[in-house]
């Protein structure tokens, strides 16, 4: 049954001051899990899910003076999962951000809480909700999900320095309002090592009025992932498993809006590369990637140290259980 013979895994993906999550479930048999990329798989019904993530940044600097480069970023996300039945999952995402500016000024805290539900689907002689039982000719299927993120603006958006003056709004640590996305995923395992995954997203951000009166809403995001995942050892009767990973990640930022106008330096596109792996033994995962921009596409990108495509690197950590 497939309660019993999933092993679950499930990263999530924050981005500096925007942020969606991304699902990624997989057993010893059957379908491999992305990194990055939100694969079709639910959770089984009346199991619980908790995960752990670390995300740090590094990103590149270009002066030894204090001039308010950034430095570094780390999201930290808790996380807990409900199958409510074999093909509506919900979570419930908790993130801890810690920015740093030359190393000298540091923004820390707990980011607006999110909440996501799932539905699954698969295709076989036609569209139907996924099954409670498959057997593994089954999970050769397509499978397919549909999701629903939103948050709650639990985070600090108006946090001030000693003297009183707001920090910037891309160093807080909430975004003031809620935010909601929308997603889409598609998998393909083909019954050997190998399974391919895809994912669409929409995020879109509300405006928000700060204490000094200035008025901020951050670009709306479009992000398209895809995933290859190969199974590299696998032992059954033991429950273990050993999968590489190779990602390409796709976004889209729009301009931040201040006070009515489009604000410079903000806004593009990027294509990072993600390698990584992913070791499953019985009922807990644990998965390594380094994720790296490749290309970018960024408006006014010389202004844009410390924004996503600027990084020279993300260490990408994930830890999860099943019970």
Known sequence: MKKYSMLLALTTTLFAHHGVPSISLAGVEGPGAPLETTSSATLPEGSLLGYMKVDHAKYKTYTHARDGEAESSEYFTYGLGYGFSSYLSAYVFVPYYTKTQDDAFKTSGFH??????????????????????????????????????????????????????????????????????????????????????????????????????????????????????????????????????????????????????????TGGEMIYLTPGARLSYKTTSVAVGVKVPTWTNLNEENLQQGAEGKEDYRLLFTFSALF
């Open 112 to 265: 607006d809480i999110s909440f996501q539900f799932v539905l699954g689907m698969k295709y076989d002689d036609g569209l139907m909700l996924t099954p409670s039982n498959e057997s593994l000719d089954d999970m050769q299927d397509w499978h397919f999900t549909t999701s629903f993120s939103f948050t709650l603006p639990t985070g600090k958006s108006n946090a001030t320095m000693p003297d009183g003056t707001l920090i910037d709004p891309g160093m807080q640590t909430g975004f003031g309002k809620p935010s909601f996305m929308f997603g889409v995923s598609a998998t393909k395992w083909f019954g050997n090592d190998w399974t391919l995954v895809g994912d669409m997203s929409y995020n879109r951000f509300l405006e928000e009025t700060y204490s000094d009166g200035s008025k901020v809403r951050f670009g709306d995001e479009v992000r398209v992932n895809t995933a290859l995942v190969y199974m590299l050892y696998s032992k059954p009767a033991s429950k273990l498993r050993l999968d590489f990973i190779m990602e390409a990640n796709y976004m889209y930022l729009g301009r931040d809006i201040e006070n009515g106008s489009g604000a410079e330096a």
